[in-house]
Structures are given as C-alpha cells and as structure tokens.
C-alpha cells in the first residue's frame, strides 16, 4: 500500500510540474503576442484562456490527489479520479482540435497579415508589422509587391519572400507542440488514475479485514 501511495504522490507531483508549465506558457504567449498586434493576438486569445484555466484546474486536482494519497481516503480518490478522467476527456478533445485548428491556420494568417500590410500606415499596425518581417526576414503578405498603397518599409530590407508563410509555419509548429504536450499530460494522467483506482481497492479491502 505504501507503494501505491509512493507512486500517486509521484504521478501528481508530475502533473503539478506540468500544470505549472501551462500556466508559465500560456501566461507567455499572451503576453508575447502582443506585440504582434491585436489582430494577431486574437488568433492565440482562446488557446491561451484554455491553458491557463487547465493548468489551474491541474493545479487543484493534483493537490486533492496528493491529499487523498496523504490521509488515505477512499471518498477523495474516487472524486479525484472522476474529475481526472474528466478532465482527461476535455484534454484529448483540445489536443485534437488543435491539430486539426493546424489546417485551417494558413488562410486565417494570410488574411490578418493581408490586411495589416494594406493598413500599414496606421500607427497600431507599423509596430508589429515591421517586428514580423525583421524577426522571420520577410516581406509583406506575399512579397513586397503588397505595399502598392505605401512605400515599403525599411524592416523589408533585401526580403524576398512573404510572411504569410513562414509566419503560418512557426505558428503550427507551436501549435503542434502544444497538442504533443497535452497528450503527454494525458497519459501521465492516465497512469495516476489508474493507481488511485488500485490504492482505493487496497484501502477498501485494507477497512473490511
């Protein structure tokens, strides 16, 4: 019995290292892509919401997991694993949506992108736009040609090639990241559901002798 409450203690403590992980990254990313612009902010605002709560969500859960653990009590480690396997669902669901969310970025990146080029004598678009094309060493949407409203920025330098893609890229390469990370999180999940039900039944049969 000592073992498995060895091993929860374990498990949750990995899970709080990862829940505190989410919480650091997506606090990052939110601030990070300010600086992008509020256009492209808005493309990371959801994502970033969601892992903060989920992270503090694991948070909590991996505390109660310890303590039922700690105090040996069949009640708390029931209640924990079903939030677990709860929260486990709600885990895979985002990892899946974010792959497929992967697909549908290009468009969506183009046409933001598009637009900020086209608007880039407003004083909220220069800033961020000239801080992607220094960064990624691009040029427009699609190449310089998109500046037919304005003269071409400085932050183009000798670019060539447009941001739109590149920038896309970098994106689902988070992206992928992110959904790589959270099938992680939920298979060590997983394990600690799995010995909490086994130390709930060593518990049990421990009370009726």
């Known amino acids: 019995m000592k073992c498995l409450k060895c091993a929860v203690l374990f498990f ?12 650091l990254l997506g606090s ?18 959801a994502a970033t919401i969601f892992m903060i709560t989920l992270g ?17 009590s069949v009640g708390v480690l029931w209640v924990y ?8 669902i709600v885990e895979s669901a985002a990892a899946i949506v974010t792959i497929l969310w992967r697909d549908k970025l290009d468009p969506q990146v183009y046409g933001i992108l598009k637009d900020a ?3 880039y004598t407003q004083s909220d678009v220069i800033q961020p736009i000239d801080m992607i094309q220094k960064a ?11 500046y037919k409203h304005s003269s071409v920025p400085d932050s183009c330098g000798h670019f060539k090639v447009g941001c739109a893609p590149i920038f896309s890229e970098f994106l689902k ?5 992110i959904a790589c990370a959270l099938f992680g999180v ?11 039900f086994c130390l709930c039944k060593r518990l049990r049969g421990y009370g009726s002798v």
């Open 56 to 72: 503090a969500f694991m948070l909590l859960l991996s505390l109660v997991g310890c303590f039922g653990a700690l105090v040996g």
């Open 186 to 196: 939920c298979f060590v999940q997983l394990l600690s559901i799995i010995i909490a």
């Open 117 to 119: 080029v086209y608007n």
């Open 136 to 146: 990624f060493e691009c040029c427009g949407a699609d190449n310089a040609d998109d």
């Open 12 to 23: 949750n403590l990995i899970c709080f290292l990862c829940a505190l992980i989410l919480i």
């Open 28 to 45: 990052w990313i939110q601030i990070n892509f300010v600086q992008y612009g509020k256009e492209l902010q808005t493309v990371w605002q």
């Open 173 to 177: 390469s988070r992206l992928f990241v």
């Open 81 to 88: 694993g079903a939030l677990v396997v709860i929260l486990l």
